[in-house]
């Protein structure tokens, strides 16, 4: 009866759930994954459960690099991840709270631009003034994924070659 379920079932593709409370009381998600017999029948169904705090040990730093910081949301808009997992219990923080899609009630300040299809690039500042280079991207099951970069940080780490280019 489980949505992940049926829609895996239907399409004949793995399927992910969006973010939901396990029996053990720890947020989680499932995955679910047809497996077909020789005339492409289904004879089984492979799934599991990954807590949410072991999916932001995906987007550890040295795997985001040369991002700064990254947030996965399910298709509810709820934060299934963070490269800093502490953040997952106490919601949107800086600078992603500033991001134009995080900013409601504020004015948009953000210059944004489509960097290639599904992939959007936005320039902000958050709260304390700092500019920021920020990615989002809408991936296949409906998630979106968003990087951010410190904008200052990147210019002094590339301003010598740009300089050198010029010259």
């Not at 499932?30 to 705090?53: K, N, Q, T, Y």
């Amino acid at each position: 009866d489980r949505p992940y379920f049926q829609e895996a079932r239907r399409t004949r593709q793995m399927a992910i759930s969006d973010a939901f409370v396990g029996a053990d009381g720890i947020p989680a998600i499932a995955i679910d994954i047809p497996v077909m017999d020789p005339r492409g029948e289904i004879r089984l169904h492979l799934g599991g459960v990954l807590h949410l705090s072991h999916l932001s040990n995906l987007l550890d730093f040295s795997t985001i690099l040369p991002f700064d910081h990254a947030s996965l949301f399910d298709r509810n808009g709820r934060m299934i991840a963070d490269s800093d997992p502490g953040r997952l219990n106490q919601g949107i923080g800086e600078p992603l709270k500033s991001h134009p899609d995080f900013a409601y009630g504020r004015a948009q300040t953000g210059q944004e631009a489509e960097a290639s299809p599904g992939v959007r690039v936005v320039q902000f500042m958050d709260e304390r003034r700092e500019r920021w280079l920020g990615f989002d991207m809408r991936l296949e099951n409906g998630w979106r994924l968003y990087l951010v970069r410190n904008l200052d940080q990147l210019t002094a780490l590339v301003s010598s070659q740009v300089r050198k280019v010029t010259l």
